[in-house]
């Protein structure tokens, strides 16, 4: 095995556990953000967004622009 690959392949644990670590950061501070967000919003327009969402999900196969909503 080249030299190069084989200390990318054994610094990579190191690496992968760092951003899983700030993945699991990032999701907490996105559930906080989504949460105020969600408790601050109109409860009409949190069921009109869900409905959004279920609409684009089963249409996405047959159509993607369905999945612009997302933008």
Same mark, same amino acid.
């Given at each position: 095995?080249?030299?190069?690959?084989?200390? #990318?392949? &054994?610094?990579? *644990? #190191? *690496?992968?556990?760092?951003?899983? #670590? /700030?993945? &699991?950061?990032?999701?907490?501070? *996105?559930? /906080?953000?989504?949460?105020?967000?969600?408790?601050?919003?109109?409860?009409?327009?949190? =069921?009109?967004?869900?409905? /959004? =969402?279920?609409?684009? /999900? +089963?249409?996405?196969?047959?159509?993607?622009?369905?999945?612009? &909503?997302? +933008?």
């Amino acid at each position: 095995m080249n030299d190069c690959n084989f200390m #990318k392949m &054994i610094r990579m *644990s #190191k *690496s992968l556990c760092h951003k899983y #670590k /700030q993945a &699991i950061t990032g999701h907490a501070d *996105s559930n /906080q953000a989504f949460e105020k967000l969600n408790s601050t919003a109109d409860p009409a327009l949190v =069921e009109e967004w869900e409905m /959004q =969402e279920v609409d684009a /999900q +089963i249409a996405h196969l047959h159509d993607p622009k369905s999945m612009d &909503i997302y +933008i």
